[in-house]
Every structure is written in structure tokens, then in C-alpha cells.
């Protein structure tokens, strides 16, 4: 809470129980309680904290109050226990917006963060104002041969791994089925979309941005930002760019905007 103490910003840290796990969050304000909320779901491995920087960001708060969690098997949530299950990591985004009561949220996800915020706009869109997908690894073609993952599931090699690439490992091996089970899902995200990518992104290929725009057919604002020399780690590196888009993300209305 110190770093938050540092930038003047106020905040909290919680936890919601979602089947029997403890899910810990972060949230910051600026002055009182805001109608909506910005929830930000990191990739994998990784924890609330890669996006600290964000959670004090003086233009984000002027305009919402910020979330963000350790998803469970990082962090503070069960570390070392993981859940591999994209429908199931969206129901605990779900849960925990519906424990904090927000009139309206708008999500962003980095990497494996941006394929559970797509299921939960699918799932359960109803106060999800927009999503936003940074390096997004969104396509079931486009993921790697999971037969290398299953090598390094092994006993032996598990015991050898950090806790955090073992429980990265277990809930990346079901991706690209997950990913197949919702392709004909993309219909139903109707809000806004932001998709932001490196071209030189060699973790998360360039062409998932693509794939997710072919299949927002029937989101009427689609906001794209193509950064042509960044690569995976644009959450971090380009950070100001990143929240600019976000903000038009929040500012984007029902006008049949499709950028380039």
C-alpha cells in the first residue's frame, strides 16, 4: 500500500470466495465511489501487480475506479493451485464485479488475460461496457502444440519448474480446445472493443488482432492500435498509449466505428 500512498491514491485490498477458493483484489479511487469501474485480468504467469502502474494512473482514475486480482493459482489466490479452465477463470471476473456493484465495467486483459474477459463479454455481458485485449492470444490456430506443455507436465519436470510456470502450464494446455469451443460465441459480443498489439510480438502472434477482428461481426465499434515496432511486453512499454486507448474505449459510442 505504500507505492499507492506515493502516488496520492487511496485503495483497498480484499478478497470475494468464489467454490471454496480466496480470490484477493485491489482497488483504487480518486475521491468517492465512481458508477464504473476499469477491471484489469493479467496474463500468465503473472499477479495483480503487472499492472500497479495503471492502478494509479491519474487519467484511468478521473474517470473510473480501477480493479484488479491475482487469478487464481498466482498471488495471494491459491498460489500454486491452478485453475485450467477459461470458462471457469471468466466466472471468477464475473464474480467478483458482481460482489463490488458497479453500475458498469470496462475490461482489459493482457495475454491469457484477454481470452477470459472475451468469455465473460460472451458469458455475461450485461454490465461489461466494453472490453479492451492487449496482445490477446485470442486464436485456437494460432497457439502452440500443447505436446511440448504435456512433456514439461511431467512429474520429474514439474518438480523442477517455479509454482508459477507449473500452474501457467496446467491452465495454458487446455487454451487452444477452449479457444474452439467459443469461436461461434464472438457473435455475442455486441459492446466495444479495443485490440492492441505489437508487430514484432513473438509470444502471442501478430495475427490473433486479425482473427479477433474477422470475428467481431457484431460489435459496432471495434478500436484497433498497432504498435509496429513493440513486441508481448506493450502493457508495460507503451503504457501511455495503452491507457489513451482505453480511455476511447470508455468514450467510444454506438457509431459503427471500425478502425484500421
Given at each position: 500500500m505504500g507505492f499507492l500512498r506515493q502516488h496520492h491514491v487511496s485503495g483497498e485490498i480484499d478478497k470475494i470466495s468464489f467454490h471454496g477458493r480466496r480470490i484477493v483484489y485491489l482497488k483504487t479511487s480518486s475521491g468517492p465511489k465512481k458508477k464504473?469501474?476499469?477491471l484489469f485480468v493479467h496474463g500468465s504467469p503473472g499477479s495483480m501487480?503487472?499492472?500497479l502502474d495503471y492502478m494509479v494512473d491519474t487519467n484511468l482514475l478521473s474517470h473510473a475506479d480501477l480493479i484488479t486480482y491475482d487469478r487464481p493459482g498466482f498471488g495471494n489466490s491459491g498460489f500454486g493451485r491452478a485453475m485450467p479452465s477459461l470458462m471457469m477463470q471468466a466466472r471468477v471476473a464475473s464474480a467478483l464485479m458482481d460482489s463490488l456493484g458497479y453500475e458498469r465495467y470496462w475490461l482489459a486483459g493482457h495475454s491469457y488475460g484477454a481470452p477470459i474477459i472475451v468469455q465473460a463479454a460472451m458469458d455475461h455481458p450485461r454490465h461489461i461496457g466494453g472490453i479492451c485485449l492487449i496482445a490477446g492470444s485470442v486464436s485456437p490456430d494460432l497457439e502452440p502444440k500443447a505436446a511440448?506443455?504435456?512433456w514439461i507436465d511431467l512429474?520429474?519436470?514439474?518438480?523442477?519448474?517455479?509454482i508459477s510456470m507449473r500452474v501457467s502450464n496446467e491452465e495454458l494446455i487446455p487454451l487452444k480446445q477452449d479457444l474452439v469451443m467459443i469461436e461461434d460465441d464472438w457473435r455475442k459480443i455486441k459492446m466495444p472493443v479495443s485490440l492492441i498489439q505489437g508487430k514484432k510480438d513473438v509470444l502471442v502472434p501478430f495475427a490473433n488482432l486479425a482473427y479477433a477482428k474477422e470475428k467481431l461481426t457484431q460489435s459496432d465499434t471495434v478500436l484497433v492500435k498497432?504498435?509496429?515496432?513493440?513486441?508481448?511486453?506493450i502493457l508495460w512499454t507503451r503504457r501511455g498509449v495503452v491507457v489513451e486507448e482505453m480511455l476511447k474505449l470508455m468514450q467510444s459510442t454506438s457509431n459503427n466505428t471500425r478502425d484500421q
Open positions: 464504473e469501474a476499469f501487480d503487472a499492472f511440448w506443455r504435456r512429474p520429474l519436470v514439474r518438480q523442477i519448474l517455479p498497432i504498435f509496429e515496432e513493440e513486441n508481448h511486453f
